[in-house]
């Protein structure tokens, strides 16, 4: 009996000690989504989108402010909003193009990880344009920014079309030798008036833009990483398979049942070497040409996977031709070369792009759909 009264006054007394500093919904200022970017002058601004909420409605306020860091800027938060700021609540961060233009722009967070009370788990968004487009238009097409981002990223993640960066994540991509960050894009498109994912921003060692990849792009890297679940889509155009004066009818689609992708590194001849080796399992989703499967799968196979190998490694000359390394090869190379890895650790993004990278795909059809 003593300790069911003890519990229940623990528990009055939490209630009550609630209670008193509580603050009421339409009296507080919620900021949702925050940006930093550069303006036409070079003065570093501060953007913030937040929900007011009412008595009889509620609406969406967006603002910029020049600071000159961020935890100057709360202060200045401050005096925009007519009721108490509520900080720290940030769902996405978004890093205009003309900041990531700028190397160690990263720095500018350092607040975010020395106060304690602040989150890790926002996340993190480029956009392809000048960031105060993204903060003033107002699109009633679509729900409220920090909304839609969230909502975009997280969705589009699971299907391996772009990635899933956290602000904690950027942290360990910025100071990780091995690999080199990449963050979730969204633009602009003016003719349908509204934000879209366009796919992913690859970034140097120092969070230097690099290079933009697309959905198709993306999800290979994904596989390569690792990071794909099972079900994402990829489509290819098969040689030879005649076509129309106005379609593409040389396609077909298939989604990923089950992967196996796996690199092994060597280091000769004054270089790294990777080897990837990715066995798939697919289930046809599309078929725009004539072809038994049944009879002759075994050649829609090979040409399959002869286009599959073929964008893996256009993909990857990319990379190098940017001296970026987002899937992580220097991880594979850390673990197996240390010792050569090391003295190039300093300068990956060289070393990564003079090495030597194979791949070898082999897909097997296990599902060819209902269609006879």
Known sequence: MK????????LMALIVGGCG???????????????????EHNQLRFYVSNPVFGEKHSEEQQYNIPVSSLRESRSIQDA?????LEGRNYQVYVVGRKLLHHE???????????????TVLDRMVAFNGPLEEMFTVKTDKQPPLPVLLRGMIDSKSKRGTTVLTTVQDMHRQIFEEALTPSLSEVSYDAKQDSFRLSGTALLTHKGKYATSIGYQESVLMNLLKKDATKGVSLSFSIPGEPNSDFFSLDKVSFSVRDIKTKIKSSYSGDRFHFLIRMKVSAAMTEQLFTFDIQEHADILERKMSQQMQNQLEKLIRKFQ??????????????????????????????AF????????????????????
């Not at 300790?3 to 623990?10: A, E, F, H, K, S």
């Not at 160690?104 to 602040?118: E, G, P, S, T, Y």
């Not at 792009?353 to 006879?372: E, L, W, Y």
Request: with cysteine; aromatic share 10%; hydrophobic share 40%.
């Open 104 to 118: 160690n722009w990263f720095k500018i967070l350092d607040v975010v990880f020395r106060d304690a009370r602040n």
């Open 80 to 84: 925009y909003t007519s009721g108490a």
């Open 3 to 10: 300790t069911i009264i003890r519990g229940t006054l623990l």
């Open 321 to 350: 031709k940017h001296q970026i390394d987002p899937v992580g090869f220097g991880i594979y190379a850390r673990a197996h070369q240390y010792r050569h890895f090391k003295s190039n650790e300093d300068n990956w993004g060289d």
């Open 353 to 372: 792009s003079h090495a030597d990278i194979k791949c070898n795909v082999s897909i097997k059809i296990n599902s060819m759909g209902t269609i006879k």
């Open 21 to 39: 500093d509580k603050v009421n919904l339409e009296e507080a200022a919620v900021p949702l989504a925050a940006g930093i970017d550069l303006d």
